[in-house]
């Protein structure tokens, strides 16, 4: 069984949806897929903060199985946990919302698996999964890629938390997850989560950036992460160009070796808005 872990709200649904797409597609393997997501209802902070909704996880779990009856999509409420940890928090505004910190929440989250590979929503595997799940950390917290920028401006081994394999039993042997909650409860932080992360790690295992490649797609790219960036031209800018955006990504990235995820998308998404008017 392959887990991976998705967190956020019903607005990101379409980066859920491209993203599994792209794994399912790209792996040639029979082992099923468990799609488990953390979502939440923080609406008291901003309207449109609301949890994946029945509907989305209902067509989510019938795409999955069209690939193997055995995949999965499990749909996990952690707002009760939100509230009793990080209501008020200093990094509540985080610098991108406060679905980024509830993956802090994998070690109190009843059944997580022991391996668990975190994904930001905007993800494309290039290649098959397994290149990267079957990597060992066994003697690790979790495996991740160096940040495409921090590694230049902060720190060479300065990870991006986009892109995360977790060993979960070592991170609850030396509560990894727990002292990242205590950092994000007493300090603003300028990355929130992924800086609590880093802060708290007692040791981690360093992948190539072909792992978690934020700037450029080559043949080797396992995973592109269509993360913000910045653009020299026509004069220096940053862009968030996310991987259903697909005419801007096509007209700015020229990229093609996707068309086949992002054409199944389009008709998935359809079908999907069709049967929920």
Same mark, same amino acid.
Request: hydrophobic share 35%; net charge positive; aromatic share 14%.
């Given at each position: 069984?392959?887990?991976v872990?998705?967190?956020g709200?019903?607005?990101?649904?379409?980066?859920?949806?491209?993203?599994a797409?792209?794994?399912?597609k790209?792996?040639?393997?029979?082992? $099923?897929f468990s799609?488990h997501?953390f979502?939440m209802?923080?609406s008291?902070?901003?309207?449109?903060?609301?949890?994946?909704?029945e509907?989305?996880?209902?067509?989510f779990? %019938?795409v999955?199985?069209?690939?193997?009856?055995?995949?999965?999509?499990?749909?996990?409420?952690?707002?009760?946990?939100y509230?009793?940890h990080?209501?008020?928090?200093?990094?509540?505004?985080?610098?991108?919302?406060?679905?980024t910190?509830?993956?802090l929440?994998?070690?109190?989250?009843p059944d997580?698996p022991?391996?668990?590979?975190?994904?930001?929503a905007?993800?494309?595997?290039n290649?098959?999964?397994?290149?990267?799940?079957?990597?060992?950390?066994?003697?690790?917290?979790?495996?991740?890629?160096?940040?495409?920028?921090?590694k230049? /401006?902060?720190? $060479?081994?300065?990870?991006?938390?986009g892109?995360?394999?977790?060993?979960?039993?070592?991170?609850?042997?030396?509560g990894?997850?727990?002292?990242?909650?205590?950092?994000?409860?007493?300090?603003?932080?300028?990355?929130?989560?992924?800086?609590?992360?880093?802060?708290?790690?007692?040791?981690?295992?360093l992948?190539p950036?072909?792992?978690?490649?934020?700037?450029?797609?080559?043949?080797h790219?396992?995973?592109?992460?269509?993360?913000?960036?910045l653009?020299?031209?026509?004069? $220096?800018?940053?862009?968030?160009?996310?991987?259903?955006?697909?005419?801007?990504?096509? %007209?700015?990235?020229?990229?093609?070796?996707?068309?086949?995820? /992002?054409?199944e998308?389009?008709?998935?998404?359809?079908?999907?808005?069709?049967?929920n008017?």
């Amino acid at each position: 069984m392959v887990n991976v872990l998705y967190c956020g709200n019903e607005a990101v649904f379409d980066g859920f949806m491209t993203s599994a797409l792209s794994i399912l597609k790209r792996t040639d393997s029979q082992e $099923p897929f468990s799609f488990h997501l953390f979502t939440m209802d923080v609406s008291h902070l901003k309207e449109n903060y609301v949890p994946i909704t029945e509907e989305q996880i209902i067509f989510f779990d %019938k795409v999955v199985k069209v690939y193997n009856k055995d995949n999965s999509v499990r749909k996990y409420d952690v707002t009760d946990l939100y509230m009793k940890h990080f209501s008020g928090c200093p990094n509540e505004s985080a610098y991108c919302s406060p679905y980024t910190l509830i993956r802090l929440f994998a070690d109190l989250v009843p059944d997580m698996p022991d391996k668990l590979l975190y994904l930001d929503a905007d993800i494309m595997f290039n290649r098959d999964i397994h290149l990267l799940y079957d990597i060992d950390v066994t003697d690790y917290e979790y495996a991740a890629a160096n940040d495409h920028y921090g590694k230049y /401006l902060i720190n $060479p081994r300065y990870i991006n938390a986009g892109v995360i394999l977790f060993n979960m039993k070592r991170c609850r042997e030396t509560g990894l997850f727990q002292k990242a909650r205590e950092w994000i409860c007493k300090k603003k932080l300028t990355f929130a989560d992924q800086s609590a992360l880093i802060r708290s790690t007692t040791r981690k295992k360093l992948l190539p950036q072909r792992f978690n490649d934020q700037k450029f797609l080559h043949k080797h790219t396992v995973v592109r992460h269509f993360s913000k960036r910045l653009f020299y031209l026509p004069y $220096p800018h940053t862009d968030n160009i996310k991987q259903w955006h697909v005419e801007k990504m096509h %007209k700015v990235f020229h990229y093609t070796q996707f068309d086949d995820i /992002l054409s199944e998308y389009s008709r998935l998404k359809a079908e999907f808005n069709k049967g929920n008017r």
